[in-house]
Structures are given as structure tokens and as C-alpha cells.
């Protein structure tokens, strides 16, 4: 008889733990996304309206800046305590200067999602027509700026780089003539050049060595990463459950298509070509990504403290991830 009521009793406890978990307040986090509808932007806000945010216990309040640069002052100022899609470059600057910013997972690596356009009656044809011209990028930090220095240095061509905002406001600058080329990162601004309405002139991938690099990164406000490290950790995991829902579910693909404005086979050829799975790792930077950054030699020993402990520890591996 008392080994059945201790039985009763350890049920009634396990059920009582459980309803005060799930009773648990969500733990709040401000996410600041570089770009909305550019590259890997549309990760957090499709997982969270799934609710797969939720279940690791994360009430998020999104917000979307004009690129890496915004991005990266909200983190410092604390106005977000997480960035999505910072360029990787930018990041380091900040973080160089004591900012409280740290690397929490890679968000994009490669080259084939931005892209450089003009006009479909511009005169410019080629890489080597731009000597002289403007050649847009978001703001100073961002990976369209890495993007587009990195090409400079490539074609060895003295064109003019001009910060223009958001793809958005750079499309409308473009097809008005404020500047000469524009940018944009898939999907945002294929439907343009499939209706042959602007033409492609480069991409960032056209740069080798840009090519094999993580160009945008997940940083998180050092000082909240401190106080709250399992906060994080379960941002991460949500993060890594919304990728493998979009890309491996019929659902996933439908609700990527609707906040993309797609249809959903434009939406499908977007994701296998422009952001196939391999350029949105779930997880932390790899030793091989950090080596193909552009040669900055007084950031080497800034790396090891730069790259949180907290994302080696608690994000995927490879093996793991979808």
C-alpha cells in the first residue's frame, strides 16, 4: 500500500513541476534584423509565427533596420539583444572599439544572394563599365558594403561605393537615376530581372575569396549575453528548428512564400538556389569561415573572445543541423 501512495505522491509532483513550467513566464528578447526580405532575414519572423520560438519559452518582439550597420547599434545600445544578418566585418569594427557585441551563430556565408543591377536601358553592360560610376551598398558595416569592396578589389575598377539604405529605397534610386547600380539580395529583386525590367551586372560571389566567407552573423549584446546565457541558447535552438521546418516542410515553404510575397514555386527556386541550406548554417562560425575573411591581421587575437563561448557550447554542429 505505501509503495503505491509514494508512487501517487511522485506522479502528483511530476505533474505539479510540469504545470509550473508551463506556467513560466516567456523570456522576452528584442530582435533587430538587418533587411527585411533580404537573404536569411525571413528565418526568425516565419519560425516565430509558427510558434517554434514558443516552445523553447521566447516571447521575441522583431524589428527590421535598413542593414548591418542599424543593426549593430541596436545590440550595442541594448535597444535589441539580438542582431540578425550583421556583416561580419562591421561587427568586428564595433567589437574592436570595446562595443558590447558578441558573435552567437553565422547567419550567411558565401556570395551568391547579393547582387548588383542596373536599369534595363542603362548603358552599363559589364563589371569593366563602371570606372567612375556609383555603386550602391546599404550602410557602413553591412555585407553589402564588404560585398561591395571586395568586388572593387576584385574587377580593380575605381567606381564610387554610395550607402543607399534599405533594397527597397535603393531600387526606387536606381530606377529614378540617383545612382548608377543598385543592389538587392535574393528574392528581393528577381521578379525585376525576370521581368526584365533591370539587369544583372555582378554578384558577390564573382569575388573568390568573399565567396568562401560568412558574411553576415547572429551577434547578441554582450552584456545581456551575460546575464541571460541560456536565454540565448534557447534563441538558437528556435532559430535552428525554424530553418529545418521551412526547408524540409510543405508548410515551411508555404509560409516563406507568403512572407516573401512569392508564389510558391518562385519561392522554392529561391531557397535552392540564391539561400541553399549550406549558406544558412544553423550553428556557430567554423575555423574554415573565419580563415577566408578578408586579411585584417590586428583582428586574429580579437577572434577567439569575439566568438562567443555560449554559441560554441550551446549551438548545433554540423552533423546536427538540417
Known amino acids: 500500500m505505501w509503495r503505491a501512495r509514494l508512487a501517487a505522491a511522485s506522479l502528483a509532483l511530476i505533474a505539479t513541476s510540469v504545470a509550473f513550467e508551463s506556467l513560466r513566464a516567456e523570456d522576452a528578447l528584442k530582435i533587430a534584423v538587418g533587411g527585411r526580405g533580404i537573404g536569411e532575414t525571413f528565418v526568425t519572423e516565419v519560425g516565430y509565427k509558427a510558434g ?3 516552445r523553447h519559452n521566447l516571447a521575441l ?12 547599434q541596436a545590440v550595442i545600445s541594448n535597444s535589441a539583444q539580438v542582431g540578425i544578418a550583421s556583416g561580419f566585418l562591421g561587427a568586428i569594427g564595433v567589437f574592436a ?6 558573435i552567437i ?6 556570395g551568391a544572394q547579393v547582387f548588383w543591377y542596373v536599369p534595363a536601358d ?4 559589364t563589371p569593366q563599365d563602371l570606372a567612375g560610376k556609383s555603386v550602391a551598398y546599404s550602410n557602413s558595416g553591412s555585407s553589402t558594403h564588404a560585398g561591395v569592396l571586395a568586388l572593387q ?9 554610395t550607402p543607399t539604405g534599405n533594397a527597397a529605397a535603393t531600387m526606387t534610386a536606381t530606377m529614378s537615376g540617383q545612382v548608377d547600380v543598385g543592389w538587392a539580395g535574393a528574392p528581393f529583386g528577381i521578379a525585376e530581372l525576370e521581368a ?40 538558437m535552438r528556435g532559430y535552428r528548428d525554424s530553418l529545418a521546418w521551412i526547408y524540409s516542410t510543405p508548410d515551411g515553404l508555404k509560409s516563406y512564400a507568403a512572407f516573401a510575397k512569392l508564389s510558391e514555386t518562385t519561392a522554392k527556386r529561391a531557397l535552392q538556389e540564391f539561400l541553399p541550406p549550406a549558406a544558412v548554417p ?41
Open 153 to 161: 578589389k576584385h574587377y580593380n575598377i575605381k567606381f564610387k561605393p
Open 61 to 72: 518582439d522583431i524589428f527590421y533596420t535598413d542593414g548591418g550597420g542599424e543593426t549593430q
Open 97 to 102: 572599439k570595446r562595443a558590447p557585441v558578441r
Open 196 to 235: 526584365g525590367k533591370t539587369r544583372l551586372i555582378m554578384k558577390s560571389s564573382d569575388a573568390p575569396d568573399f565567396d568562401k566567407q560568412t558574411s553576415r552573423v547572429i551577434i547578441a549584446n554582450a552584456d545581456e549575453l551575460k546575464a541571460r546565457p541560456d536565454v540565448f541558447a534557447r534563441f
Open 122 to 125: 542603362s548603358p552599363i553592360r
Open 282 to 322: 544553423a550553428g556557430c562560425l567554423t575555423p574554415q569561415n573565419l580563415h577566408h575573411s578578408p586579411p585584417a591581421p590586428r583582428f586574429v587575437s580579437l577572434r577567439r573572445g569575439f566568438v562567443a563561448d555560449r554559441c560554441r557550447k550551446h549551438a548545433p554542429n554540423e552533423s546536427e543541423s538540417a
Open 105 to 110: 551563430g553565422g547567419s550567411y556565408t558565401g
Open 52 to 54: 517554434l520560438f514558443n
